[in-house]
């Protein structure tokens, strides 16, 4: 086997030696923790009214629970350490014994919010405090202690990457060697267990992260999808609203000379009705301009509905089952295609919805032209009995929102009571 050259064994070997060095100047230095994650609602506590007068609204909950477990262990170690000067005799004051129960606690305080702040500040305040303990009261350290910088450390592995989080272990296992090399065996077991624990959380959290961040990216293309589809749709239907505008703006212009005859009068009638035919035509192009089609070229041909087949949608929805009432006000004749067909669409979809999730639900369908708007409400109580299908809602909500948008009008969608209302506000006019 040929030896590598010595330049290469001299640079093999410095990398190897960077290689440890850096994790532990990392920990001890330049290292940085992940950001905080975002508390969940069952995580944070509203203050309440009468301490309104605090800076802040809400209580994040796990701090506070740092904060008292932080009290507890400071609490708990200088009554121990009082009983044990008593014991011993030693001349060790009150601010001595408070200076290594704060040593021992303290740092637990910042885990959650600077963990590597809290692990180096405990690195720092534990020989001191080990070396008062030890010099006055006779045993290094006490369960405090061990509670407090087992946390930290877990705090640093579930908020760190791994070389910081392995140069946090190495420093600490050294740590522990240099205060009491007897208990270096027990120490050094909890310590991998915490860091191999707390790693795993964090690879777990990082995982999750991901697959969230994946399934809002999928829900974004599918809602993206379903608006692109249902433009198309709108575009078919408007598409073949224009293509029988045209088809008669064309019988008209060989039919209008021949019915006039000569007849100035009639031949005028007859051009203003084409003009206003050809003048609805451009209209609901310039709509189907601002629509994306797809290539689908085969779309269905069949007339397209409106308002006129109320009564027939009515009675579809009442034979599966729903209790629906339809009120109409206002000269509902003589409205734009465009307008007619999308408040027929959307009481359509709103029957869907509610046969889909409220069964046997009692609907009420109010139609009324008010000047130059047409309003489209419709309510449904809860139903009588559980959904066949339970499940996400589908696309109509989105379809019906292109719809709105398209004409220029508003939409309202949400629940009313124990049922739900959609409200739709059509403008008639044609837009400039």
Not at 91 to 114: E, K
Not at 304 to 325: C, D, F, I
Request: charged share 20%; with cysteine; proline share 5%.
């Amino acid at each position: 086997m040929t030896s590598r050259p010595p330049r290469q064994r001299a640079r093999a070997a410095r990398q190897g030696v960077l290689g440890l060095i850096t994790p532990l100047v990392e920990a001890a230095v330049t290292g940085v923790p992940d950001p905080a994650r975002p508390r969940t609602g069952r995580l944070n506590a509203r203050v309440p009214h009468f301490l309104g007068v605090l800076p802040f609204r809400t209580v994040d909950l796990v701090l506070l629970a740092d904060l008292a477990l932080t009290f507890l262990l400071f609490q708990t170690g200088f009554i121990r350490f009082k009983e044990l000067a008593a014991e011993t005799h030693s001349p060790m004051d009150v601010q001595g014994l408070a200076f290594v129960a704060a040593a021992f606690s303290l740092p637990l305080a910042l885990r959650h919010r600077w963990p590597l702040a809290a692990w180096r500040s405990a690195a720092l305040l534990m020989p001191l405090g080990t070396d008062i303990s030890r010099q006055f009261l006779g045993i290094p350290y006490t369960s405090a202690a061990a509670v407090m910088f087992t946390l930290v450390v877990y705090s640093v592995a579930v908020r760190c990457d791994r070389r910081i989080t392995l140069g946090v272990w190495g420093i600490s296992v050294l740590g522990a060697l240099t205060i009491h090399s007897d208990s270096l065996a027990v120490v050094t077991v909890v310590l991998t267990v915490t860091v191999l624990f707390g790693h795993n959380v964090r690879a777990r959290r990082l995982a999750l992260g991901r697959l969230a961040q994946e399934e809002r990216r999928s829900r974004q293309a599918l809602d993206g999808q379903a608006v692109l589809e249902e433009r198309a749709r709108i575009a078919r239907e408007l598409h073949d609203v224009v293509a029988h505008h045209m088809s008669v703006i064309a019988i008209q212009a060989e039919a209008v000379p021949l019915q006039a005859a000569g007849d100035a009068a009639r031949l005028e009638e007859g051009l203003g009705q084409i003009r206003t035919l050809s003048l609805t035509a451009m209209n609901e192009m310039r709509r189907v301009l601002g629509v994306l089609r797809d290539g689908d070229e085969n779309g269905d041909t069949a007339p397209q509905p409106g308002l006129g087949r109320l009564e027939e949608l009515v009675g579809t929805a009442r034979s599966a089952g729903l209790t629906v009432t339809l009120h109409l006000g206002g000269d509902l004749t003589g409205l734009p295609t465009a307008v007619s067909l999308s408040a027929y669409r959307i009481a359509q979809e709103s029957l869907s919805n509610a046969m889909r999730h409220a069964p046997g639900s009692t609907v009420s369908i109010t139609i009324v032209r008010s000047g130059a708007e047409l309003r489209v409400q419709v309510t449904n109580t809860a139903g009588h009995r559980s959904p066949d299908r339970p499940g996400p809602a589908g696309h109509g909500l989105i379809g019906m929102r292109e719809r709105v948008s398209m004409l220029g009008g508003s939409l309202w969608i949400g629940p009313v009571g124990n049922g739900f209302a959609v409200t739709a506000i059509l403008p008639i006019m044609e837009k400039a």
